[in-house]
């Protein structure tokens, strides 16, 4: 890889050194080992333009300098982990999922609610919290009055992402309204309120949703299983070992019988083929 032309290396409080290969190199080793997202040959512009900012604030004045910076600090480590990660995504995004959950997960979830149990999803890798909102605003659905007995029962949403930035956007759930054509409009009526060309999901629907930062590849902290699991378009980025490993963990941590939804691209491979059985266009049951 041929180093950066000179005007991208004009930046305050940057050194002129040469971002190469070694350097590119090292960021993507690092990149893979903490979040398991393989970058591309060809990202270093990529690179350069997210991390320059963060060379420039820490004072190291190189790359190489930053590496080593971040290797002792962890804080900063997760924050430049994160200026590389892609969160592009929007409302009812692969809608058939959607209307599965809506016409086969949903009046099972809200049965067991109705009887005093609780029910659980998670949105992994929920990015800036489209996914999320358009799952929560499908179970409460086009009849405002069982959609406020719905969102006060037992049902609860897990909403985690890897990006700190991209869960301070799903938590504050405000929108373009623009955005939001793709939602129905009993759910936009029901569940939204309009703040003058922005959007904000209503404080009950809110209510509904627990956020966390989460790193897929580390360690879960949750005890419980999940009735649904939504993670679409996230292991496009991972490696083939990377996605055998973590379908599986999603299997482990699924209620048998409970739904797992993946992208459009992804694939269920691996040890879990054996205890998820495919009921739609990249739609996923649990055995038993």
């Known amino acids: ?74 804080t900063e480590r997760r924050k430049a982990i994160c200026a590389l990660t892609t969160n592009h995504t929007f409302f009812f995004r692969e809608n058939h999922h959607f209307e599965h959950f809506a016409s086969e997960a949903r009046p099972k979830l809200i049965e067991r609610a109705k009887r005093g149990g609780e029910a659980l999803i998670w949105s992994a890798g929920c990015s800036s919290g489209e996914e999320t909102w358009s799952i929560i605003t499908t179970l409460l659905g086009a009849d405002r009055g069982e959609g406020r007995t719905i969102a006060k029962s037992g049902i609860k949403l897990l909403a985690s992402d890897l990006a700190a930035h991209a869960l301070a956007a799903a938590k504050a759930a405000t929108y373009p309204t623009s955005t939001l054509e793709a939602m129905p409009a009993a759910f936009r009526a029901n569940w939204t309120v309009d703040r003058g060309g922005s959007s904000q999901i209503v404080p009950e629907a809110h209510a509904m949703v627990r956020f966390r930062t989460l790193n897929l590849l580390g360690g879960w902290p949750m005890k419980k299983l999940f009735d649904i699991i939504f993670c679409r378009n996230v292991m496009i980025y991972f490696d083939q070992p990377t996605k055998e490993r973590l379908v599986n963990r999603f299997a482990d941590q699924l209620a048998p019988g409970g739904f797992l939804y993946i992208g459009h691209s992804e694939r269920v491979v691996g040890p879990a083929e054996a205890k998820l059985q495919p009921v739609g266009n990249t739609i996923y049951r649990k055995v038993g």
């Open 1 to 74: 890889m041929n180093a950066l032309s000179s005007e991208f290396l004009r930046l305050p409080g940057i050194s002129a050194a040469v971002f190469g290969e070694r350097d590119f190199q090292a960021v993507r080793a690092l990149l893979h080992a903490e979040s398991g997202i393989v970058l591309p040959p060809g990202k270093a512009m990529l690179v350069y333009s997210r991390w320059a900012p963060l060379v420039r604030n820490s004072g190291s004045g190189t790359f190489a300098k930053y590496l080593e910076y971040i290797e002792k600090n962890a």
